[in-house]
């Protein structure tokens, strides 16, 4: 059974930072990209991030590019999601996703496995 574990969501004032941890367990991790995605209320779920299975190659969404940076520690079977400049804007509960294959994917319907969610709060 795959389990996706999210942490380290929390309420920051515009400006701040924070560093969101997804630990995955029940099949290779190294074998697959990963995303990061995220759903604000009475909206739908939103592209944040993506990376490959190696590390190297990595994608974002426009409204994110330059503030926050995806990494993975295959050794650790964690994906990051390293979050600078935050902007009310992005308040959202913040979802981590395991890919379908090893390339880097931007489509909710190319992820097999969900986590359960942080809730990213930014205050003005």
């Known amino acids: 059974q795959v389990q996706l574990v999210e942490s380290g969501g929390g309420l920051v004032q515009a400006g701040g930072s924070l560093r969101l941890s997804c630990t995955t367990s029940g099949r290779t991790f190294s074998n697959y990209a990963m995303g990061w995605f995220r759903q604000a209320p009475r909206k739908g779920r939103e592209f944040v991030a993506t990376?490959?299975?190696?590390?190297?190659?990595?994608y974002y969404a426009d409204s994110v590019k330059g503030r926050f940076t995806i990494s993975r520690d295959n050794g650790k079977n964690t994906v990051y999601l390293q979050m600078n400049s935050l902007k009310p804007e992005d308040t959202s509960v913040y979802y981590c996703?395991?890919?379908?294959?090893?390339?880097?994917?931007?489509?909710?319907?190319?992820?097999?496995?969900w986590g359960q969610g942080t809730q990213v709060t930014v205050s003005s």
């Open positions: 996703a395991a890919g379908r294959n090893r390339d880097l994917e931007s489509r909710t319907m190319m992820y097999d496995y």
């Open positions: 990376i490959n299975w190696s590390g190297a190659n990595t």
